[in-house]
């Protein structure tokens, strides 16, 4: 049985969550704080994380922060915070998918379904990458130019290791946002375009001129090596 721990420091919307998951078969846990949510992760490892922005102690970002130093859990944020701004900052901190306050309760038992899935596909990396520039490890989430470190962002990982498990292979705008931001995403060919330009100006030598990060206009991406 898959658990899930709901962060949240609204007690009405916690026991509405809880009943709805324990209904569709899962074990639920409540906390209302972030240092509990940080407690209950190290003690009960759940499969899947729904963390609200807005704690009485801790911000819902360092949370996520403080999760990723150590865990590679699904994280699926809820937040009245709407800015695509916060967004993106949520999503750079290792968030799995956003969703937005107030949200239909068939919407959000799809989301905890796909990070389920997204979260056991984690589990089986995708093959080292080598290419005559830089060099890729998945399992140690690890990039390096010439035996130099270069840091890449959770969401910047996620983007690289779909293209890497079809190396050479056009991968579709929406099949990208799909599985990097999660089922209700699907047109914010923005952000593919915004991440895609990030990482170009860290892996390529002539970011202008991409060889392995390539672009098939209006269609999608592909991982050339």
């Known amino acids: 049985m898959s658990v899930v721990l709901v962060v949240d420091d609204e007690p009405h919307l916690r026991r509405t969550l809880a009943i709805s998951l324990r209904a569709r078969g899962y074990e639920v846990e409540t906390v209302g704080d972030g240092r509990s949510a940080l407690q209950s992760v190290a003690e009960r490892s759940p499969d899947v994380v729904v963390l609200d922005l807005g704690l009485p102690d801790l911000d819902g ?57 997204r979260g056991g596909e984690n589990d089986l990396h995708p093959a080292a990458v080598r290419t005559d520039h830089f060099d890729l490890d998945f399992a140690e989430r690890t990039a390096t130019i010439g035996g130099e470190v270069v840091r890449l962002t959770p969401t910047e990982w996620r983007l690289l290791a779909v293209l890497a498990r079809r190396p050479g292979h056009l991968v579709s705008q929406k099949d990208l946002l799909h599985e990097v931001w999660g089922p209700g995403y699907g047109r ?29 206009p209006g269609q999608g991406y592909r991982l050339e090596v």
């Open 61 to 117: 970002i360092d949370v996520l922060r403080r999760l990723r130093e150590t865990s590679s859990v699904p994280v699926i944020v809820l937040s009245a915070r709407t800015d695509s701004a916060d967004k993106v900052e949520a999503l750079d901190a290792g968030a799995d998918d956003y969703v937005t306050k107030p949200f239909g309760m068939e919407e959000f038992q799809a989301r905890v379904r796909a990070a389920l899935r």
């Open 188 to 216: 914010e060919s923005n952000y593919l375009r915004v991440y895609a330009n990030q990482l170009r100006r860290k892996l390529e030598p002539d970011p202008a001129r991409p060889r392995y990060l390539v672009t098939d």
